[in-house]
T-cell receptor, first 111, second 113 residues
């Protein structure tokens, strides 16, 4: 069975704080992709990043960074110096034989 | 610029009505998907299609059917809408050669009264 767990349902931080969104996955596939999506209040899912199962190199893109650890089956997402515009629901997803989404983490950045 | 469009952003229907949700992509993608999104449950796959006239059940197909007569269009059909089908419906597409790039439409918020 394939599963994605985002244990944090809602997080509130004050602007300029750093915040990490957790994602833990389960799969029996040896080849798979991991994704993070952002869903702002407008509703449309915005692709942020993907990682394939053979690439454990962490990535930084501006204020965003991702930590992929295959040993712990985790793909965590950190926003540095958060801003109000980061307020959204963030989804982690796994694509192996099928696509599975986590339940999402609602992030609220308070000015 | 890639694009997935859905026919309506908001829809209100009565119990028992037949409902069509349309999705069109202009990227010549082979694969198309229908998800529903509910609070606390994330996105759940209803149906997907790998090619024209082909369809596969996802995790929650009960109460739904789909139609894919043309490559660019994937329709979700609620034969007899029920209140528990009130939800946000999201369409997505993927090109087979680039399975890591899934593009989503803006969503249709369906309310069944």
């Amino acid at each position: 069975a394939q599963k994605v767990t985002q244990a944090q349902t809602e997080i509130s931080v004050v602007e300029k704080e750093d915040v990490t969104l957790d994602c833990v996955y389960e799969t029996r596939d040896t080849t798979y992709y991991l994704f993070w999506y952002k869903q702002p209040p407008s509703g449309e899912l915005v692709f942020l990043i993907r990682r394939n199962s053979f690439d454990e190199q962490n990535e930084i893109s501006g204020r965003y960074s991702w930590n992929f650890q295959k040993s712990t089956s985790s793909f965590n997402f950190t926003i540095t110096a958060s801003q109000v515009v980061d307020s959204a629901v963030y989804f982690c997803a796994l694509r192996g034989q099928k696509v599975t989404f986590g339940t999402g983490t609602k992030l609220q950045v308070i000015p | 610029d890639v694009k997935v469009t859905q026919s309506s952003r908001y829809l209100v229907k009565r119990t028992g009505e037949k409902v069509f949700l349309e999705c069109v992509q202009d990227m010549d993608h082979e694969n198309m998907f229908w998800y529903r999104q509910d609070p606390g449950l994330g996105l759940r796959l209803i149906y997907f299609s790998y090619d024209v006239k082909m369809k596969e059940k996802g995790d929650i197909p009960e109460g739904y059917s789909v139609s894919r007569e043309k490559k660019e269009r994937f329709s979700l059909i609620l034969e007899s809408a029920s209140t528990n089908q009130t939800s946000m419906y999201l369409c997505a597409s993927i090109q087979t050669s680039r399975p890591y790039e899934q593009y989503f439409g803006p969503g249709t918020r369906l309310t069944v009264t």
